[in-house]
């Protein structure tokens, strides 16, 4: 299963950005779908969560900022992002988990990353 990730730019402090991910291949189901990010120089953070059912869960350092949606008709997972502070700069990666068609077997997949700027 292949993640493309988009939506990420350059933003001041403040705005706000809207970041896509969207899943191709032998589907069958996905059932997490999630983001999480990386800092130059940390290692890579839990950002937020959500289910095929839509529950969701946010690391507490964007909750009340960031919201988290997806379309499971079109295999896609966003991430709404307002409120950016420069702490928020990072390389956002999608991940989602859930199983092939044909065979069943589950897989667990990541995007590419897309790099999130935000200017103080």
């Known amino acids: 299963v292949q993640l493309q990730a988009s939506g990420g730019g350059l933003v001041q402090s403040g705005g706000s950005l809207r970041l896509y991910c969207a899943a191709s291949g032998t589907i069958f189901v996905i059932n997490d779908m999630g983001w999480y990010r990386q800092a130059p120089g940390k290692e890579r953070e839990f950002v937020a969560a959500i289910t095929r059912g839509g529950s969701t869960n946010y690391a507490d350092s964007v909750k009340g900022r960031f919201t988290i949606s997806r379309d499971n008709a079109k295999n896609t997972v966003y991430l709404q992002m307002n409120s950016l502070k420069p702490e928020d700069t990072a390389v956002y990666y999608c991940?989602?988990?859930?199983?092939?068609?044909?065979?069943?077997?589950?897989?667990?997949?990541w995007g590419q990353g897309t790099l999130v700027t935000v200017s103080s």
């Open positions: 991940n989602a988990d859930g199983r092939y068609s044909g065979n069943g077997r589950a897989f667990d997949s």
